[in-house]
């Protein structure tokens, strides 16, 4: 194998099958990212602009050459733009994720479609009560079409506070309303992001910067957490469970069918699709013996924490699972979908489906998704799957013999109930742990993985290191899959890789040392087990206090941008593996790096080691523990 391999990922799977592209001669991402090297510098310093056409314009960082734009924008106040509309952007995936769920809510409770129900009427009603939406000797149905609404309407409000946003500390809505953090509406604040990014709008890199994290906080505060609020009430609360991780999971004598991108409005329907006696009955007819369903990035995380379904791969593996020539059928919807894929589907028998008006792919069949026929047109996709079953070339399959059990499916609700037993749902044992020192803290460990760092590796060694250190490690994403393919996702792994105060912990309650807590826009269940514990007392009165972290180590994505700012406007430090583009700017690192600081408690650091990545996290830990005056850590001399 190529040293060249070896090195960029530790996990085999994803070796063997670049070794299988470089054979077949099939391109991938990481080919492609070699081609782009060196990246552009002006990018990467983001100090380029193109915002209107008396550029392209680009300053000079080492001060030789133009210090401003044409308009006379200088590096801070272009650096600051284009983080700007990064955060806008990212924003804007998570916001219009949480408005798919709303409107399938909406159709499901009007009776505009029949194949979608309430499932959680619980969690409906305990969020129309902070909706202020009346809930007594009403129907399920009453309440969903006025929380849907009045989600809608918030999307669109022009003043005032977002609903959602009420649940943060008051420490932190003093905070945000000080300094007029606070969003008004979700879409509102993406829009105005835009206007003010324009050429001679807001040139102030300090009050772009403002507006930018209000923005963040509309998605973390608003769209995200909408998502998950209604994909639970929707689809279920996700509850721990079983697992399988990686390329392995593919089958030899079934039909494959892979499920790809962010919404699971249809993935939910193609997994009631494949379990249909009818479906698995043609399946046989076509000579397979069954169906499996499996998932690649975050619809993989939402059909596992819910449904336990297995998950193929994470971001970098979507090319590489197309390479085991298994697949009968790819289906996506939207985001973290790369374009390059219909060109290896090609090179197999693999059908390639594309269904969100959003998100047309060249060289992809589209199937448009509609809530109104969502089962038969689920059954339409199967049924193509099992009708491509014959066509695979066995000859030429390649599943690498490699997959993990994991056990995901943890949520705020959850943790509740197992830390407190059968009697008292309660926080308390965790800031227990914590005040105690047998937890130093709680660490979020999300993203993506990118071919510029060690693809995936970087979060393996990061979380390690963290759990080694008795840091509780919650994960979403990407990231989240990273982890589990290394099997750290388990009970199990407390006893090999955990400090001893954490593994006591581990055993006690039966949980692996780190939490998966879902998709991407569940990161929102990270700030709302935040607030639990800070509801609990002992930890200080702000989501600042908190001896907790953040991390994206291989972060690509601008929704990552999106979504680390929210924590950072929420008080917490987040690292990232690589800087994003403001070191062009003296002033814009130092805002990012030390000053927000000061506004909101949180703040930035890049580091591309992970060792050193976890070095900074455990100190800013520490520094908050001694901050509370929290016992020392139990185990420590
Ligand atoms: Fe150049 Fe200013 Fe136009 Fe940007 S906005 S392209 S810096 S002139
Ligand atoms: S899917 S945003 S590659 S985590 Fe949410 Fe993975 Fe990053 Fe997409």
């Not at 801070?76 to 798919?100: F, K, P, Q, T």
């Not at 690292?575 to 062009?584: A, D, E, H, L, T």
Request: aromatic share 6%.
């Amino acid at each position: 194998m190529s040293e060249e391999i070896k090195k960029y990922s530790g996990d085999a799977a994803t070796q063997q099958m670049r070794r299988r592209a470089e054979e077949e001669g099939v391109v991938t991402i990481w080919d492609r990212e070699a081609l782009q090297e060196p990246h552009c510098g002006f990018g990467t310093l983001g100090v380029c602009c193109k915002n209107c056409n008396l550029g392209p314009c680009r300053i000079d960082p080492f001060g030789e050459g133009a210090t401003q734009g044409v308009c006379g924008a200088t590096a801070e106040v272009i650096a600051a733009r284009n983080l700007v509309r990064h955060i806008a952007a990212g924003s804007a995936c998570h916001n219009d994720h949480g408005r798919e769920i709303t409107k399938t809510l909406l159709m499901a409770a009007e009776g505009k479609t029949k194949f979608y129900q309430i499932t959680s009427v619980d969690k409906l009603k305990s969020l129309a009560n902070e909706f202020k939406i009346k809930t007594d000797n009403r129907k399920p149905e009453e309440i969903a079409i006025d929380v849907a609404k009045k989600i809608f309407s918030e999307y669109g409000q022009q003043e005032g506070e977002i609903s959602l946003i009420q649940r943060a500390p008051e420490k932190q809505k003093k905070i945000w309303r000080k300094f007029n953090l606070m969003p008004r509406g979700i879409d509102r604040e993406v829009v105005e992001c835009l206007t003010r990014t324009n050429i001679g709008v807001d040139n102030d890199y300090q009050n772009l910067m403002m507006q930018g994290m209000r923005t963040a906080l509309s998605d973390g505060w608003g769209g995200s957490m909408v998502a998950t609020e209604l994909s639970d009430i929707l689809f279920g609360k996700p509850s721990p469970q079983r697992a399988r991780v990686n390329l392995g999971v593919l089958k030899h004598d079934e039909v494959n069918l892979l499920v790809h991108g962010h919404v699971p409005v249809l993935s939910e329907m193609i997994c009631n699709a494949s379990t249909l006696p009818e479906m698995i009955e043609y399946a046989k007819q076509k000579g397979a013996n069954g169906i499996n369903v499996a998932g690649l990035c975050c619809t993989a995380n939402e059909v596992l924490v819910r449904r336990g379904f297995p998950v193929a791969g994470n971001f970098l593996q979507q090319e590489l699972a197309l390479l085991t020539g298994a697949v009968d059928l790819l289906l996506v919807d939207l985001q973290c979908i790369m374009p390059s894929l219909p060109e290896i589907a090609h090179c197999f028998h693999t059908k390639i489906v594309s269904t969100s008006p959003k998100a047309k792919f060249p060289g992809m069949e589209h199937i448009e998704f509609k809530e109104e026929e969502a089962l038969p047109i689920a059954k339409q996709i199967v049924k193509m799957a099992i009708d491509n079953y014959p066509n695979r070339d066995k000859a030429r399959v390649c599943i690498p013999d490699e997959s993990k059990n994991l056990v995901p499916g943890f949520t705020t609700e959850y943790v509740f109930d197992m830390l407190g037993g059968k009697y008292r749902s309660t926080f308390r044992p965790l800031n227990d742990a914590i005040i105690n020192g047998r937890i130093r803290g709680v660490a979020g460990v999300v993203g993506c993985d990118n071919p510029k760092m060690e693809s995936g590796d970087t979060h393996l060694k990061l979380v390690k290191e963290l759990i080694k250190n008795d840091v509780l490690v919650v994960q979403t994403g990407c990231s989240a899959l990273a982890c589990a393919k290394a099997g750290l996702l388990t009970p199990e792994a407390a006893y090999e890789f955990a400090g001893k105060g954490l593994r006591e912990i581990c055993e006690a309650v039966g949980i692996p040392p780190v939490l998966h807590l879902g998709a991407c826009v569940d990161n929102s269940r990270i700030l709302t087990a935040c607030i639990e514990m800070v509801k609990e007392g002992g930890l200080g009165e702000g989501l600042d206090d908190l001896p907790i972290a953040g991390a994206a180590p291989e972060w690509m994505s601008e929704k990552a941008i999106a979504i680390g700012w929210y924590f950072v406007a929420s008080g917490a430090l987040v690292v990232f593996g690589m800087p994003f583009p403001v070191y062009g700017s003296p002033e814009m690192t130092r805002f990012v790096t030390e000053d927000v600081e000061k506004i909101t408690g949180g703040k930035w650091a890049f580091e591309p080691d992970p060792l050193k990545m976890a070095q900074i996290m455990i100190e800013h830990i520490n520094k908050k523990r001694a901050a509370l005056r929290l016992q020392p850590m139990m185990y420590e001399k």
